[in-house]
């Protein structure tokens, strides 16, 4: 009985690391885009986390056929180690700070985090979202606003939201598309347009031996295609231009 | 009679400055011989000046295209606009080469002139170049005294000096006088950023 339990849980931490298997066709994905891409095509195995996470994996041999990062330095960084094609961008994005409806912090925009005592939520260092915000917050002259609140630092963008949605933090710095998806329990506060920096998604088909090449690059046309810009662009996402 | 004739600025007075305008800008781009300025190498928050000067020289260059391009203008009103229109492009370079790859692309927004009024065009145009020179000005007069990095400093000083003239330009141009009383006011971040932000929507080409 102890020997099944045994195996039962190293089967399931298996199958936790590595979400998908081998023979099936797999997307890697931000986590921002966890709502579109399902609503694209839902023939593809989805594993949605932070892109520097995925990024890993797949550096340590996971069965990605396709990679779609929140900003261009993952997706290129995998194509500079001859570990995916050369990635194409699909979306752009941009940040707005998040607040639960009820609004128990009171803010009115981000200046209002300068009087400090607020519980925030933003993205590690390593994360996309979380070097997005970090570079925000320098060319806002607000750096100083993550040593005076109490700030949570999550690994994808997704944590964050939640982290909001729930009440557990007075604010946090996501995407617009994320704040969309957040429904009516949680309102977006746009931020200053001249300090968002471009936030660009990347995607590129993986290689690797027994990489389901047709089926990646099928599924990057069907994104860049005029149905998947319609797509991306319904879920709040900003394109690039064509070609 | 000249169709510049029946404004009533100082004629000579505006292309006297608009040259001395057109020289000054020149200094931003090319080192002075007696001492190489400080390269910037901004600290920290230092570089939210220089990001929203970036973006604000990119918004005043597509201004200056709107004015050179304005058959309000006289043929002499408008070789002094487009000089300074290439005193913004200089400034825009200079900022960009210490944004690197962070600096604004014109991709990057969509820039929405505000609508110059039809019947009367050129005093329209005059107040929003003049407004927005303010506003650069007041920010780059903000960031002298608050940015800790001394080549930051420097660079941001040097623009002011230049763009104080090219107020002055434009000032003349619309019949008032000159910055005589000193330099504009220092303009914070926090109250420039609204401003910036009504001349930037979102990028966003056809699906």
Request: hydrophobic letters at 40%; a positive charge.
């Amino acid at each position: 009985m102890n020997r099944t339990l045994a195996i039962t849980a190293v089967t399931t931490a298996i199958a936790a690391a590595a979400p998908a298997s081998a023979s099936a066709f797999n997307v890697y994905a931000a986590s921002s885009l966890s709502n579109a891409f399902p609503a694209l095509t839902g023939s593809p195995k989805y594993n949605f986390g932070g892109s520097n996470t995925l990024q890993t994996q797949i550096e340590k041999g996971a069965p990605a056929d396709v990679f779609a990062s929140a900003s261009p330095t993952e997706a290129q960084a995998l194509y500079a180690e001859g570990r995916c094609t050369r990635p194409v961008t699909l979306a752009t994005n941009t940040l707005v700070l998040l607040v639960p409806s009820s609004n128990p912090g009171r803010l009115s925009s981000v200046y209002t985090l300068r009087s400090g005592g607020k519980r925030l939520s933003i993205g590690n260092a390593g994360v996309p979202i979380g070097v997005y915000t970090r570079k925000l917050l320098a060319r806002l002259h607000l750096s100083s606003i993550l040593k005076s609140n109490t700030v949570s630092q999550e690994s994808n963008v997704s944590q964050v939201t939640s982290k909001v949605a729930l009440g557990s933090a007075d604010a946090g710095f996501v995407y617009k598309t994320d704040a969309l998806a957040g429904g009516d329990r949680v309102r977006a506060l746009t931020l200053p347009r001249y300090a968002q920096p471009p936030v660009r998604y990347q995607m590129c088909a993986v290689i690797r031996d027994g990489a389901n090449t047709t089926a990646a690059q099928s599924f990057i046309n069907r994104v860049v295609s005029k149905t998947g810009r319609a797509t991306l662009r319904r879920f709040g996402f900003g394109l690039p231009p064509k070609g | 009679m000249h169709e510049g004739d029946e404004h009533t600025f100082d004629r000579g007075r505006f292309l006297r400055l608009g040259a001395a305008t057109v020289a000054g800008a020149g200094l931003i781009g090319v080192p002075a011989a007696r001492a190489a300025p400080p390269t910037p190498a901004p600290v920290g928050d230092d570089v939210a000046y220089v990001q929203f000067a970036a973006t604000a020289e990119l918004v005043s260059v597509s201004l200056g295209a709107a004015l050179t391009a304005s058959r309000a203008f006289t043929a002499a009103e408008r070789r002094t606009l487009t000089a300074l229109r290439d005193g913004d492009k200089q400034h825009l370079a200079r900022l960009a080469a210490v944004l690197g790859p962070d600096a604004p692309q014109y991709g990057d927004f969509h820039i929405r002139l505000p609508k110059a009024s039809a019947l009367n065009l050129r005093a329209s145009l005059l107040r929003q170049a003049t407004g927005l020179a303010e506003l650069v000005a007041g920010v780059y007069c903000s960031g002298v005294g608050d940015v800790a990095d001394a080549g930051t400093r420097t660079l941001l000083g040097r623009l002011l000096w230049s763009e104080a003239q090219h107020l002055s330009a434009l000032r003349l141009l619309a019949g008032k006088p000159a910055i005589a009383s000193g330099l504009p006011g220092p303009v914070s971040l926090d109250d420039a950023t609204p401003r910036l932000d009504t001349f930037l929507g979102d990028a966003e080409p056809p699906a």
